[in-house]
């Protein structure tokens, strides 16, 4: 699979220009030899207007797309990967951001009390006066992680 993505990536590149056959005043590459991987996004390109019509043409019963129809494809590739790259982009950086928002409360907690230990102490004082074994439990964990 690795091997068909990379002959796929130097077909979109033209890294190989033997795909490209001269048909008499153009040249362009029969549409069957265009790697598997790449022909849903060839077809969903031309499927969703009839704008890319006139970079086709039928040569001895097959499809050929000119090489300026596959320069514009390749255009159409890379702003689309653009567009998701910079998509994946901002959700990756919305997750971040969600992440930082949504740390465990002892975290929390632990900056607080840095920020202002008699908060801190007056935390610790109300727990030992009536607070139980799992409250000062709590409480210590939180010191502990504030003040370490």
């Known amino acids: 699979m690795g091997i068909d993505k990379l002959n796929s990536l130097q077909f979109l ?20 030899k265009v790697p598997f991987e790449l022909r849903p996004r060839l077809y969903r390109w031309t499927w969703t207007t009839t704008a890319h019509d006139h970079y086709f043409f039928v040569h001895e019963g097959r499809d050929v797309i000119t090489r300026e129809g596959w320069e514009e494809f390749i255009r159409w590739v890379g702003q689309a990967l653009d567009e ?14 969600l992440a930082m928002h949504d740390r465990p409360d002892d975290d929390a907690m632990a900056e607080m009390y840095r920020k202002n230990p008699a908060d801190a102490l007056q935390f610790l004082s109300s727990v030992l006066a009536a607070g139980g074994v799992d409250e000062l ?6 010191m502990a992680r504030a003040f370490d």
């Open 13 to 32: 590149f033209f890294l190989k220009s033997i795909y490209f056959e001269e048909f008499g005043d153009l040249d362009g590459v029969y549409l069957h």
């Open 84 to 97: 998701k790259y910079l998509m994946e982009s901002m959700i990756q950086d919305r997750k971040s951001e």
């Open 137 to 142: 439990s709590i409480a210590l964990k939180r």
